[in-house]
């Protein structure tokens, strides 16, 4: 009888342990969204969000990009510039592919 509480309590820990992380990060992408809002204009912020659904790497990278810009120059960025943005981190990650052929 013990052990089965304890294993029940042991259950009710963990359980709110991983609400507690849900809830965690379920704030810090709210108070992302809500930065990413202040910094890019509305054609630019529904852009980042497709790059998020799409390629979650290429976002990471360009928010920290994209903080970096704001912090510097304080103004709204536009599609145009997160276009430029999203173009120079594909570059970056882009690995040449060689192709050789042999004959015999």
């Known amino acids: 009888m013990e052990d089965e509480d304890a294993r029940a309590e042991h259950i009710r820990k963990r359980k709110m342990q991983n609400q507690e992380k849900f809830a965690e990060a379920k704030k810090a992408e709210e108070q992302l969204k809500s930065t990413l809002r ?4 509305e054609p630019a912020y529904a852009r980042i969000m497709n790059v998020k659904m799409a390629n979650q790497q290429m976002f990471t990278a360009a928010v920290q990009y994209l903080l970096r ?3 510097r120059f304080q103004r709204k960025i536009t599609e145009e510039e997160l276009l430029a943005v999203l173009r120079t981190i594909k570059e970056k990650n882009e690995k040449e592919t060689k192709i050789t052929f042999e004959r015999k």
């Open 69 to 71: 810009v704001f912090q």
């Open 38 to 41: 202040m910094i890019l204009n």
